[in-house]
């Protein structure tokens, strides 16, 4: 996880609407890898003290994912067995091929897997708490790592 040296938060208010926004830092450990960032939403939503709006949270990179599921082994598990199933990690990609792309990483397959899942997820807030069941967890899906990631943060609300 990044500390708080990597976290910076604005807030702004016009017509009774507050806008905050914060992006902060989150580091993965291996290449692919779920990340609870759950805390972190809900940090940047009680320093704006927003009632009700809507909370908008996206990850700044193009091989990583942010997402709403349950936060349990078997599930990530299967959600990790499909995106294998679905983009084959060993493929001839273009984006791989140093005759056709600048990228050195060779991470085609984590860049086709980020854009399956989305860049980003929107949320509800009511009474000043985020709309996600007791169950449910807000992920980073790291497909490309280890390394720091930036999460941006928006809500909007009264």
Not at 123 to 134: E, F, Q, R, S, V
Request: glycine share 8%; hydrophobic share 40%; net charge negative.
């Amino acid at each position: 996880m990044g500390d708080d040296a990597d976290m910076t938060t604005t807030l702004s208010q016009r017509d009774g609407m507050k806008v905050v926004k914060q992006t902060f830092a989150v580091s993965s450990e291996s290449h692919r890898q779920a990340i609870d960032i759950t805390s972190q939403v809900r940090d940047a939503l009680q320093s704006g003290d927003v009632h009700s709006g809507l909370v908008i949270a996206n990850c700044l990179h193009t091989t990583c994912s942010v997402l709403i599921a349950k936060n349990r082994p078997a599930l990530l598990d299967e959600l990790a067995g499909m995106m294998n199933g679905l983009v084959d990690e060993e493929a001839s990609y273009k984006h791989n091929d140093p005759r056709l792309s600048d990228c050195e990483r060779g991470n085609a397959a984590a860049h086709l897997r980020a854009s399956l899942l989305g860049h980003g997820v929107a949320l509800g807030i009511t009474d000043g708490t985020l709309l996600l069941d007791g169950t449910e967890a807000i992920l980073l899906a790291e497909f490309d790592g280890p390394r720091e990631r930036r999460v941006h943060v928006q809500v909007l609300g009264v």
